[in-house]
Nanobody
Framework: QVQLAESGGGLVQAGESLRLSCAAS????????MAWYRQAPGKQREYVAE???????FYSDSVKGRFTISRDHANHTVNLQMDSLKPEDTAVYYC???????????????WGQGTLVIVSS
């Protein structure tokens, strides 16, 4: 079984920064893409950023230029550096990973439990 554990959420003021981290654990053969999503109160979950196994990165327009996603392959972790935070960034942030496991060989999409980010104005 594979699990994702997020950390780093909290309460900050507009303009400040936060760094989220997500660590994968379990019997992992390979992790392809890793991503961050978020869900604001009363809204649907939305895509934030993604990083592929080769290091290619993708961002939603709402965070492009302010957020930076990175990963550590050896430790199965992904980070999200969030700068110039805005009140509209307030949400629960979820980590997502595309994981291949062995015995039996299968492909899983795994989600973390989420970490809350609150940005006050």
């Amino acid at each position: 079984q594979v699990q994702l554990a997020e950390s780093g959420g909290g309460l900050v003021q507009a303009g400040e920064s936060l760094r989220l981290s997500c660590a994968a654990s379990g019997t992992i053969f390979r992790i392809d893409s890793m991503a961050w999503y978020r869900q604001a109160p009363g809204k649907q979950r939305e895509y934030v950023a993604e990083i592929g196994s080769g290091g290619g990165t993708f961002y939603s327009d709402s965070v492009k230029g302010r957020f930076t996603i990175s990963r550590d392959h050896a430790n199965h972790t992904v980070n999200l550096q969030m700068d110039s935070l805005k009140p509209e960034d307030t949400a629960v942030y979820y980590c997502n990973a595309a994981v291949t496991v062995l015995d039996p060989y299968r492909y899983l999409e795994v989600w973390g439990q989420g970490t809350l980010v609150i940005v006050s104005s």
